[in-house]
C-alpha cells in the first residue's frame, strides 16, 4: 500500500536522484480521510493541464479514520503512494519522511485539508524553474491572493504575528505557509533539519540558504472536513522553532537579547521580592533575600532557555558557577561607575551616566562569564553537522 520507509539521506530514484522534470507532491496527513477523495483527483487535474508527469506521497501519522483504506482505493486510480508512520508524529517530520522518499527533482508540499488550491502547482513549478529561483510560496500575502471569508480576524492576526516574528529570518511576504516548492538539489544541500512544530517551511527556507524566492498568490480557503491542528501547544512550539533558527542564522548574537530579556524579568522579580519581603524582614536583609531570589530565578531561565544547550551538565555546579559570576558582574559594574566618577571630571557631576556605564560594563562580563564558563559547552545539537561531536 505505498512506498517503503527510507533512511536520511537516501534517494528512491533509480538513477541515485530525481527524475528530471517529474514532479513528487508531498501531503502529510492525519485525519484527512473524508479530505483526500476530493484533493486527489484535483492535483492530478492540475499536473494533466500543466503537463506535468507526478506522483503523491501521502504521509499519515497511523490515523485513526478510514486513511489507509481511501489512500488504497485512490492508489488503483491515482499514482498515490502511502507511508504510515506508527511510531513518529508531527507535520513537519511527515513532510521530511515524504521528502526523502520522494521520486521527483521538483518538490511540491501542501496540505490535505483543501485549504491550498491545488489548481496552483502548476504556477508553483513554472516559477521555480525560472533563473535564480530556488523556492516557491502559495502565498496569502502578495497581490492578487486572498483568504477564505470565514478565516477570521484574530487567525489572521495570528499569522501576521507569526510573520513579523520570523522577519528577522527572511523577507517573503508569507513565510508561514504551508504550500510551497523547491528543487530536490535545494533540499539535499540543506544544513541538519530540526523543525519543531508545523513551521516546515521556514525551516527549509532558512537551513537551505534560500535567496531568491518566488511568491504565487493563491486563494487559501477553510478546511472543508476534520477539524484544524493549531493549538496553543503549536503557537509555543513556534516559538521554540523560532530560537532555534535564530541561533542557527545569528550564532552568538542569538543569545544576546535572550540573556537581557532574562535579565529585565529578574529585575521585576527582585523589586517584586523586596516588596513583599520589607514588611517582614529588617532592609538588609530583605534585599540581600530579593537578589538572591532574583539570581536564582536568572538561573533558571538562562539555564532552560536562553542556554538550553548545557541543561544536561551538572546542575549544582553551574548554579555555583553563575552566582559567582554574578557577582564578578556586580565588581565591574561597581569599579566602572565609581572608577569614572573618581578618575574623570565629566562624570564627576553626572554619576548616573557613569552608573549607566557601569551597568552595561557588569552586564557584558556578566554574559561572557555564562556564555563561555557557566554554560559552556559548544552549539546546540542542530548547530551541528552530523557526526560533529558536542561541546
Given amino acids: 500500500m505505498g512506498g517503503q520507509p527510507v533512511s536520511p539521506g537516501t534517494t528512491t530514484a533509480a538513477d541515485g536522484g530525481g527524475r528530471s522534470g517529474f514532479v513528487s507532491i508531498i501531503i502529510p496527513t492525519y485525519g484527512e480521510a473524508e479530505n483526500l477523495p476530493l484533493l486527489v483527483p484535483r492535483i492530478c487535474q492540475a499536473g494533466a493541464a500543466a503537463a506535468r508527469e507526478l506522483e503523491i506521497v501521502v504521509v499519515d501519522d497511523n490515523s485513526p479514520d478510514a486513511t489507509r483504506q481511501v489512500c488504497d482505493q485512490l492508489a488503483r486510480e491515482f499514482p498515490l503512494r502511502l507511508h504510515v ?113 508545523y513551521k516546515i517551511g521556514l525551516e527549509l527556507l532558512v537551513k537551505c540558504g534560500c535567496r531568491h524566492v518566488a511568491e504565487v498568490p493563491i486563494r487559501f480557503a477553510d478546511r472543508v472536513h476534520g477539524q484544524s491542528k493549531l493549538s496553543l501547544r503549536e503557537q509555543f512550539n513556534y516559538l521554540r522553532h523560532l530560537k532555534r533558527l535564530y541561533e542557527y542564522r545569528f550564532r552568538n548574537w542569538a543569545y544576546v537579547p535572550q540573556f537581557l530579556l532574562v535579565g529585565a524579568s529578574g529585575m521585576v522579580v527582585d523589586l517584586l521580592t523586596f516588596a513583599l519581603l520589607l514588611p517582614w524582614l ?110
Fill in 85 to 197: 508512520r506508527e511510531h513518529e508524529r508531527g507535520l513537519s517530520s511527515a513532510v521530511l519522511a515524504g521528502l526523502r522518499m520522494a521520486r521527483g527533482d521538483l518538490l511540491v508540499v501542501m496540505d490535505a485539508d483543501l485549504s491550498h488550491p491545488p489548481e496552483k502547482i502548476g504556477e508553483l513549478v513554472a516559477a521555480l524553474q525560472n533563473p535564480g529561483v530556488d523556492f516557491v510560496i502559495g502565498s496569502r500575502y502578495v497581490a492578487g491572493a486572498e483568504t477564505d471569508e470565514g478565516w477570521g480576524r484574530f487567525r489572521w492576526l495570528n499569522s501576521r504575528a507569526a510573520t513579523w516574528l520570523a522577519r528577522p529570518l527572511t523577507s517573503v511576504r508569507d513565510p508561514m505557509a504551508g504550500f510551497f516548492a523547491l528543487r530536490r538539489e535545494t533540499y539535499e544541500r540543506s544544513a541538519p533539519l530540526d523543525p519543531i512544530g
Fill in 282 to 391: 529588617a532592609t538588609g536583609v530583605a534585599r540581600g533575600g530579593a537578589i538572591w531570589v532574583a539570581m536564582t530565578w536568572n538561573f533558571v531561565l538562562n539555564r532552560n532557555l536562553t542556554f538550553s544547550y548545557a541543561r544536561h551538565r551538572a546542575v549544582l555546579r553551574q548554579y555555583v558557577s553563575f552566582c559567582g559570576s554574578c557577582l564578578l558582574g556586580a565588581v565591574v559594574n561597581w569599579s566602572v561607575s565609581v572608577g569614572l566618577c573618581a578618575s574623570a571630571q565629566y562624570f564627576a557631576t553626572r554619576q548616573l551616566g557613569a552608573a549607566l556605564l557601569g551597568v552595561l560594563a557588569g552586564t557584558a562580563f556578566n554574559y561572557l562569564l555564562c556564555r563561555y564558563f557557566v554554560f559552556r559547552g559548544g552549539r546546540a545539537a542542530w548547530l551541528r553537522s552530523p557526526g560533529e561531536p558536542g561541546g
